[in-house]
């Protein structure tokens, strides 16, 4: 009876078996669409559209579900807009575990073509969208709490027991652009592959993970570990290492993502090994809630068209907290020499603090500026250090937030193929043969410094100041054996620079060319010729100074074309300049020697008194000439 019982209860099972699958092949599950796109913005708070729907059993594969070209789009804050698209989803569920164990077990997940499109706006049009949800929210805010409360134990348990076999996710795309910096920051995230298995919720579980970034080809690929626990709506992820070329990298599409980089002049391949390790992570409702990252790059190499030779040897560690970067080196070498760069951030997400500290260490000059600078060639070694500190990152916040002030010295400068002393003696035009007339009345060593090949520099020294997006270059020092050059400029982050200066030719030879050329006393300054230099405006890149050769003319012309006129309207008028010149030095020589005036009105009367008409010349000729 018992064996007859049994045999009913496997008739029954099978009917229901065979009932519930003619039922599923039959059931057209497009009449639910709407229903489902609502149940899903409903949950994710998102517009959701699904273009194709399809719902299909086997005994072998269990129940397949697809939907095609699904559609979701919304905003994660008032700023933050997001569109999900996945071309095709696949789902496959087993129909054997749940008929045995009660187990939810999907045997593979597959996502194709899934697309991601975040943009983060500087407008707040979807801010009014979100304040009406979240008022629709708040009117029902107790009775929603209370279903989520008495419904989370029976979810979660629901959620416990789905077992994922085996997910796929094939050819994935991330685009991110930030529109509230300007110039806009974007990037493209191509060719996402994905894949784990043995995937539940509340479990750790393995993963493996590839994607293209600023690359043409597939260069980024790391295996990891990873727990969902739904209970707390957290994420953790941890065991991550990661490994890749550099040289893999498209300069073209690193100058789309970083635009300054083309100022640098990065035009070649990078090269060097990039590594990470990520120890632990956990991202919750709030977001990043706990991040230890470390990384480092070794054996870099890259090649700037402002520089003649490749920086080599990059070598980099820094580590990332949820809230702090630093960078504990960035060193680099210039082919012979080096520069060591340590930076830190503090609460990059949000305050974006940030200081740096930047020492150079004996680089070559001409592998900085180029082997030649409109047209002259240079050497030297040059030495320095700069700090700064800032707050910001957008460039806007950059020019105005930032301070920094440091040094430069270059040791053993030089100016090959040029004679920094006869160029300037030559080029003050306005005194006819100026360089052979000195020449001609110095030493045979000093004849020595007009004939020499090249110009050295005895020091080269500058500070530096940046604030407020201006670069302030102070006490400039340039210094030869006969010259000195003091020099200040300013230039902004757009290349306009302003630059004054004076040259100076020191006492011995400034005395040698006053008593050669007697208009050159003219230009004296404390028992020195100063030379104007002509005040350059304009962009950096196109700077270029010489003497001003107008001031020079001016500082001639006021002290002796005032002179000559004098002579003139004097002899036109009969007065006789010699006389008056005597005995104004007459007076002077009285007034230094401290002499008491005498006590007899008489012997005042004897002294010659300046005739009213020179009076009235003088002062007219002073006032011109001022």
């Known amino acids: 009876m018992i064996k007859n019982i049994l045999k009913t209860i496997a008739v029954i099972m099978i009917i229901v078996i065979i009932v519930l699958f003619y039922f599923i092949k039959t059931f057209d599950i497009y009449k639910y669409k709407s229903k489902i796109e609502h149940e899903l913005s409903k949950a994710t708070n998102q517009s959701v559209n699904i273009e194709g729907i399809s719902l299909d059993i086997s005994i072998s594969d269990g129940v397949l579900l697809k939907m095609q070209n699904m559609k979701m789009s919304g905003y994660i804050d008032t700023q933050m807009r997001n569109e999900l698209k996945i071309g095709e989803i696949i789902l496959t569920i087993s129909v054997k575990d749940y008929l045995e164990d009660k187990k939810i077990v999907i045997t593979e997940i597959g996502l194709n073509n899934p697309t991601i499109e975040i943009i983060k706006t500087i407008n707040r049009e979807g801010e009014s969208k979100q304040k009406d949800q979240n008022s629709t ?4 805010s107790i009775k929603a709490d209370n279903e989520v409360n008495n419904k989370s134990s029976a979810n979660d348990k629901i959620i416990s027991a789905v077992m994922v076999e085996v997910m796929n996710i094939k050819n ?21 592959t994905f894949k784990t298995k043995e995937f539940a919720f ?12 600023i690359s043409a080809e597939q260069n980024i690929n790391l295996q990891g570990s990873a727990l969902i626990d739904n209970s707390n709506s957290k994420v953790s992820l941890s065991d991550l290492n990661l490994k890749t070329n550099l040289s893999k990298i498209s300069v073209k599409e690193l100058k789309k993502v970083f635009p300054a980089i083309e100022d640098i002049g990065l035009d070649k391949s990078i090269y060097g090994f990039f590594m990470l390790n990520l120890k632990n992570s956990e991202i919750g409702k709030n977001g990043l809630e706990k991040l230890d990252l470390s990384g ?24 990332v907290t949820e809230k702090n970067i630093k960078i504990d080196q960035l060193f680099m070498y210039f082919a012979s020499g080096s520069v060591n760069i340590k930076a830190d951030i503090d609460d990059y997400v949000n305050k974006q603090e940030y200081s740096v500290d930047l020492s150079v260490e004996d680089v070559n000059v001409s592998e900085v500026i180029g082997k030649y600078v409109s047209g002259i060639k240079t050497q030297g070694r040059m030495f320095g250090n700069f700090k700064g500190s800032g707050q910001g990152f957008d460039i806007e916040k950059v020019k105005n937030n930032f301070y920094g002030q440091g040094h430069l010295n270059i040791d053993k400068g030089k100016i090959l193929d040029v004679n920094l002393l006869r160029l300037i003696l030559e080029k003050i035009s306005i005194i006819p043969n100026l360089a052979k007339k000195i020449e001609a009345n110095l030493s045979e060593e000093d004849k020595e410094k007009l004939k020499a090949k090249d110009t050295d520099f005895e020091e080269v020294k500058v500070d530096i100041i940046i604030q407020e997006g201006i670069a302030t270059a102070r006490n400039t020092n340039v210094g030869t054996r006969d010259l000195v050059i003091l020099a200040g400029a300013k230039c902004n982050f757009e290349g306009d620079l ?22 050159l006393a003219l230009l004296s300054d404390k028992e020195r010729i100063r030379i104007p230099m002509k005040t350059y405006e304009g962009k950096v890149d196109r700077f270029i100074t010489y003497p001003d050769i107008e001031a020079i003319g001016k500082i001639l012309f006021k002290e002796k074309g005032k002179s000559e006129l004098r002579k003139v309207i004097f002899n036109a008028l009969g007065i006789d300049e010699d006389q008056i010149d ?23 009367d004897k002294k010659p008194e300046k005739p009213s008409e020179a009076i009235i010349i003088d002062n007219i000729l002073d006032m011109i000439f001022q």
């Open 296 to 319: 480092e790059i070794v054996d870099g190499k890259a090649s700037l068209s402002v520089i003649e030779y490749p920086i080599d040897n990059i070598d980099m560690q820094f580590n």
């Open 582 to 604: 005597q005995q104004k030095q007459s007076d002077q020589n009285i007034d230094n020697s401290d002499l008491k005036k005498s006590e007899d009105p008489q012997e005042q």
């Open 172 to 192: 994935g795309k991330i685009f991110y652009r930030d529109e509230s910096v300007k110039p806009y920051f974007e990037l493209n995230i191509n060719d996402i």
């Open 137 to 140: 929210k708040k009117v029902d």
């Open 498 to 519: 302003n630059f004054r200066s004076d040259l100076y030719f020191k006492e011995d030879l400034s005395r040698i060319m006053m008593q050669t050329v007697s208009e």
């Open 202 to 213: 509340n479990k750790k579980f393995d993963y493996e993970l590839g994607l293209s970034l």
